[in-house]
Structure formats: structure tokens, C-alpha cells
């Protein structure tokens, strides 16, 4: 299923589309696209993410611009880990995990460099912004 947000599921429709040689970025940062599964739907669902790297893993951080909720895109990654992800023009299954307290501590400046917005996004809001490892499986 396309994202209800109408930018993200144009963007997503490029990326996929393309094969990965399009729409790959936002702002300048490199994106890559996630199929999870629905937590109450059990639908597939996409969405475009901003990513940092962590040796061969994939960081996506669950940000939502700053806000006091936790995106829908995490919640349901916290119900069914296992997703489908395209960077480019790969794709490949993944499992998703949070990472702990002190490994967030350890990316988080990197992800910082990657997107600044991130640290404006951390000091907005009281919620713990969660870092998620993406791991090919």
C-alpha cells in the first residue's frame, strides 16, 4: 500500500519504479524504501526514509520531524521485524532492531552529519527518537 502522505508515495513510486535510479534522495540526504508489514492491517505498506550507515547495516531513525509520536512506519517495524528494503537499485530482505541506549549514543553524531534537522528534532521533543538498524538477512 502507498503512503497516505501524497509526497512520499510519489517519491516511493519513482524509486521503485526507476529501479532505484530515481528518487533516491530528499534534501540531499540518500534514501532508501521500506515494505513492512501492517501491525493491526497485515497489509504491506512503503515508505521513503533518510538512512546512515553503520558498517554493512542501514540506520533509519524514527524521528517524525520532532514530534511527541513515534512514526506508524516504527510501530509497526516493533511488531513484525522483518522487512523488504531498495537502496538503489538492490534490494533485499532485512531485519529491523532497535538499536540500545549506547549504541544510539555511538551513531548518533553520524546521523547527525548525515541530516542536521535530526539534533533540532531531538531537543523539540521529550520522546526517545529511536535509531533503527536495518540488517541484510
Given at each position: 500500500?502507498?503512503?497516505?502522505?501524497?509526497?512520499?508515495a510519489?517519491?516511493?513510486?519513482l524509486?521503485?519504479?526507476?529501479?532505484g535510479?530515481?528518487?533516491?534522495?530528499?534534501?540531499?540526504?540518500?534514501?532508501?524504501?521500506?515494505?513492512?508489514?501492517?501491525?493491526?492491517?497485515?497489509?504491506?505498506?512503503?515508505?521513503?526514509?533518510?538512512?546512515?550507515?553503520?558498517?554493512?547495516?542501514?540506520?533509519?531513525?524514527?524521528?517524525?520531524?520532532?514530534?511527541?509520536?513515534?512514526?506508524?512506519?516504527?510501530?509497526?517495524?516493533?511488531?513484525?521485524?522483518?522487512?523488504?528494503?531498495?537502496?538503489?537499485?538492490?534490494?533485499?530482505?532485512?531485519?529491523?532492531?532497535?538499536?540500545?541506549?549506547?549504541?544510539?549514543?555511538?551513531?548518533?553524531?553520524?546521523?547527525?552529519?548525515?541530516?542536521?534537522?535530526?539534533?533540532?528534532?531531538?531537543?523539540?521533543?521529550?520522546?526517545?527518537?529511536?535509531?533503527?538498524?536495518?540488517?541484510?538477512?
Amino acid at each position: 500500500m502507498p503512503s497516505p502522505a501524497k509526497w512520499v508515495a510519489a517519491q516511493a513510486e519513482l524509486y521503485e519504479s526507476s529501479g532505484g535510479t530515481k528518487g533516491t534522495t530528499q534534501l540531499g540526504v540518500d534514501c532508501l524504501l521500506l515494505d513492512y508489514v501492517g501491525r493491526r492491517s497485515g497489509a504491506v505498506r512503503r515508505t521513503v526514509l533518510m538512512y546512515g550507515r553503520d558498517g554493512d547495516d542501514w540506520l533509519i531513525v524514527g524521528s517524525n520531524g520532532g514530534s511527541d509520536r513515534h512514526p506508524l512506519w516504527y510501530l509497526n517495524l516493533l511488531a513484525e521485524p522483518a522487512v523488504d528494503v531498495r537502496v538503489g537499485t538492490e534490494r533485499f530482505p532485512a531485519l529491523a532492531e532497535t538499536l540500545s541506549p549506547e549504541e544510539k549514543e555511538r551513531v548518533w553524531p553520524r546521523l547527525v552529519e548525515v541530516f542536521p534537522r535530526y539534533a533540532e528534532y531531538r531537543a523539540k521533543t521529550s520522546r526517545d527518537i529511536p535509531v533503527v538498524r536495518l540488517r541484510r538477512h
